[in-house]
């Protein structure tokens, strides 16, 4: 069964570039299948879907996060990572890594880490 | 594009069913067969329940449902257990190979 888990963080200050990576153990990126997302959760609101990468390279994000974020992938250490610019703190939420499924569900999410925004 | 629009609460006693809809439009849930549902408890990671509408993920129990009619899916919560109180959240896929979710709803078991 695989398993993810995000790192990076905790604080970051505005203006300035969020950066997490998702490890996934388990089980290979590679095998193909799976598209690898990323979701977030502002504080006490609902989730936001941020984009995914297959592991061949391919992404695809949430138009109103397209300009600000890039998704990329490292096979060789079975990682994909976020990188989200210029952030401000409306940018505060839980960050979660998931693998979606080619008819859009998320079957295996990680625990969440908790980004916050601030000077 | 707009979030899904769930209703905020939703309440039962043990025992009874509970439905909690979803309602989006013609360029998410009226158009596509990707409805998900998932559950979340504080502090954890949401947790898949439905997926296509109406297929349940191996281990959720068969008192998880969900349909859909027109613009707006549905899920319904059977035989109510007090381990079923969570927030749930439903998502589409959307036109122009986008995914939302709804704003969640709170579960309360009386």
């Known amino acids: 069964q695989v398993q993810l888990q995000e790192s990076g963080p905790g604080l970051v200050k505005p203006s300035q570039t969020l950066s997490l990576t998702c490890t996934a153990s388990g089980g290979s990126i590679s095998s193909g299948g799976y598209y690898w997302s990323w979701i977030r959760q502002h504080p006490g609101k609902g989730l936001e879907w941020i984009g995914y990468i297959y592991y061949s390279g391919d992404t695809f994000y949430n138009p109103s996060l397209k300009s600000r974020a890039t998704i990329s992938v490292d096979t060789s250490k079975n990682q994909f990572s976020l990188r989200l610019i210029s952030v401000n703190a409306a940018d505060t939420a839980v960050y979660y890594c998931a693998s979606m499924l080619w008819s859009w569900y998320f079957d295996l999410w990680g625990r969440g880490t908790l980004v916050t925004v601030s000077s | 594009q707009s979030a899904l629009t769930q209703p905020p609460s939703a309440s039962g006693s043990p025992g009874q069913s509970v439905t909690i809809s979803c309602t989006g439009t013609s360029s998410d849930v009226g158009n596509y067969h990707y409805v998900s549902w998932y559950q979340q408890h504080p502090g954890k990671a949401p947790k898949l329940m439905i997926y296509?509408?109406?297929k349940r993920p191996s281990g959720v129990p068969d008192r998880f449902s969900g349909s859909k009619s027109g613009n707006t899916a549905s899920l319904t919560v059977s035989g109510l257990q007090a381990e079923d109180e969570a927030d749930y959240y439903c998502?589409?896929?959307?036109?122009?190979?986008?995914?939302?979710f709804g704003g969640g709803t709170k579960l309360t078991v009386l």
């Open positions: 998502s589409s896929s959307a036109v122009s190979n986008n995914l939302i």
């Open positions: 296509e509408v109406s």
